[in-house]
């Protein structure tokens, strides 16, 4: 069954609820009245309310309503939060540099707004360690806690321990953020380039005065 509401000719009752063009309530008319009063104010006559007895129907340009409805919903769809959950594997001794590499990723996840599952893999004689990885875990924690925090505490999962980080922003505040500081750039970008067409305009020499006619021409012969 179609969701979109009936409309014009395919309204199929005696009467109906009539509300005008500015939401204004008509009262009930019969429909072909309904329908003349579409034609002079060249609406359409839609079914707002067809459970109502008897049908609620509103005069208006359907076709613009239907365009603000899919664009209301488009903008709703793109403020929307999704929350994620992204994951980053390490291993027990693991070297400074990429420690770093893995903890700017970690830090790059927490600032958008999104959870963190970290990983840490054991292999062959590492199982018999579990320390190494809760202190990693531990470190890697303190090292972010300004962006995030421990959700889920470390524990012990077959050959891996895993940590959950939770953001203390949420997802919808790090995307209005996001959304900001793009325009600030984009502003940013602007003016400079605003600056330099001034800049270029300023530096261009006029040119040189030339000479009176009736200047003496000086004879170096003389």
Request: glycine share 6%; proline share 7%.
């Given at each position: 069954m179609?969701?979109e509401?009936?409309?014009?000719?395919?309204?199929?009752?005696?009467?109906?609820?009539?509300?005008g063009?500015?939401?204004?309530?008509?009262?009930?008319?019969?429909?072909?009245?309904?329908?003349?009063?579409?034609?002079?104010?060249?609406?359409?006559?839609?079914?707002?309310?067809?459970?109502?007895?008897?049908?609620?129907?509103?005069?208006?340009?359907?076709?613009?309503?239907?365009?603000?409805?899919?664009?209301k919903?488009?903008?709703?769809?793109?403020?929307?939060?999704?929350?994620?959950?992204?994951?980053?594997?390490?291993?027990?001794?693991i070297?400074?540099?990429?420690?770093?590499?893995?903890?700017?990723?970690?830090?790059?996840?927490?600032?958008?707004?999104?959870?963190?599952?970290?990983?840490?893999?054991?292999?062959?004689?590492?199982?018999s360690?579990?320390?190494?990885?809760?202190?990693l875990?531990?470190?890697?924690?303190?090292?972010?806690?300004?962006?995030?925090?421990?959700?889920?505490?470390?524990?012990?999962?077959?050959r891996?321990?895993?940590?959950?980080?939770?953001p203390?922003?949420?997802?919808?505040?790090?995307?209005?953020?996001?959304?900001?500081?793009?325009?600030?750039?984009?502003?940013?970008?602007?003016?400079?380039?605003?600056?330099?067409?001034?800049?270029?305009?300023?530096?261009?020499?006029?040119?040189?005065?030339?000479?009176?006619?009736?200047?003496?021409?000086e004879?170096?012969?003389a």
């Amino acid at each position: 069954m179609s969701a979109e509401p009936r409309i014009n000719d395919r309204i199929r009752v005696p009467e109906v609820r009539l509300v005008g063009p500015s939401g204004e309530q008509v009262g009930i008319v019969p429909l072909a009245k309904a329908l003349e009063l579409a034609q002079e104010y060249d609406l359409d006559l839609v079914e707002v309310a067809a459970n109502a007895r008897p049908p609620v129907c509103k005069l208006m340009d359907y076709g613009k309503f239907k365009y603000e409805s899919a664009m209301k919903a488009r903008e709703a769809r793109k403020n929307q939060a999704h929350t994620v959950i992204k994951e980053m594997k390490l291993r027990p001794k693991i070297d400074p540099h990429d420690y770093d590499t893995k903890k700017g990723h970690v830090v790059r996840f927490l600032k958008q707004g999104d959870k963190v599952k970290i990983t840490i893999m054991f292999r062959g004689r590492e199982q018999s360690r579990p320390e190494l990885g809760f202190r990693l875990l531990q470190r890697l924690a303190s090292d972010v806690e300004e962006l995030g925090f421990i959700e889920s505490n470390p524990k012990q999962d077959g050959r891996n321990m895993i940590m959950v980080l939770g953001p203390h922003k949420k997802k919808t505040e790090a995307m209005a953020e996001a959304r900001e500081a793009q325009a600030a750039r984009k502003a940013e970008r602007q003016g400079v380039a605003s600056d330099d067409n001034a800049e270029t305009a300023e530096t261009v020499e006029a040119p040189a005065a030339e000479a009176p006619a009736d200047a003496p021409v000086e004879n170096p012969e003389a």
